[in-house]
């Protein structure tokens, strides 16, 4: 993961525009639910801290930041993995797993509180529409920054990424 250096004006630019990177395939475990948008930030900040535990009693590492993996429904309503990477084959007892693709995709970082981040996502589905793409399978945020780091949501940097190859056309 590559170091942010958060005072440096000219990095500022990468908070605000989205960029294609590369991924590597990961396997994430965490709870999993359907759950309604007005719902997604209050659920997921719940059970994140859960899942670590969970892991941790399986004695399981994760690996990186805190993830939430989204999968839009037809009816609204959104799939959610909320959890950690981890490079183990089975998840702790109660949590479930999800893949993540490697290849080509979207990133954009978003400064701030979470309640603001609908503009990270609005960068990476700009960034969809240059690369001439339709509908979104999954998203996932990674939670570089936040509050179990520091108490200023103002310093809060999370990452929303959608996958290039396994948007459909």
């Known amino acids: 993961m590559a170091n942010l250096d958060l005072a440096d004006p000219l990095r500022e630019t990468a908070l605000r525009d989205a960029e294609v990177v590369t991924c590597s395939r990961a396997r994430i475990a965490g709870f999993q639910a359907v759950v309604r948008v007005p719902e997604l930030r209050h659920w997921t900040q719940n059970v994140l801290p859960?899942?670590?535990?969970?892991?941790?009693?399986?004695?399981?590492?994760?690996?990186?930041?805190?993830?939430?993996?989204?999968?839009?429904r037809s009816d609204g309503?959104?799939?959610?993995?909320?959890?950690?990477?981890?490079?183990?084959?089975?998840?702790?007892?109660?949590?479930?797993?999800e893949m993540l693709p490697a290849g080509p995709a979207a990133r954009a970082v978003?400064?701030?509180?979470?309640?603001?981040?609908?503009?990270?996502?609005?960068?990476?589905?700009?960034?969809?529409?240059?690369?001439?793409?339709g509908t979104v399978p999954v998203m996932w945020e990674e939670?570089?920054?936040?509050?179990?780091?520091t108490d200023s949501p103002a310093a809060w940097r999370t990452a929303v990424i959608?996958?290039?190859n396994d948007v459909a056309a």
């Not at 859960?50 to 839009?72: K, Y």
């Not at 939670?143 to 780091?149: A, M, R």
């Open 50 to 72: 859960d899942a670590a535990a969970a892991l941790r009693r399986r004695g399981a590492r994760p690996v990186g930041p805190p993830i939430v993996v989204l999968r839009p």
């Open 143 to 149: 939670y570089l920054v936040g509050p179990e780091l």
């Open 162 to 164: 959608c996958p290039l």
């Open 77 to 97: 309503a959104i799939e959610v993995t909320a959890g950690y990477q981890i490079d183990s084959a089975s998840p702790a007892d109660g949590l479930g797993c």
């Open 110 to 133: 978003h400064a701030g509180p979470h309640e603001s981040l609908l503009s990270a996502y609005d960068r990476v589905l700009e960034r969809l529409t240059v690369r001439l793409r």
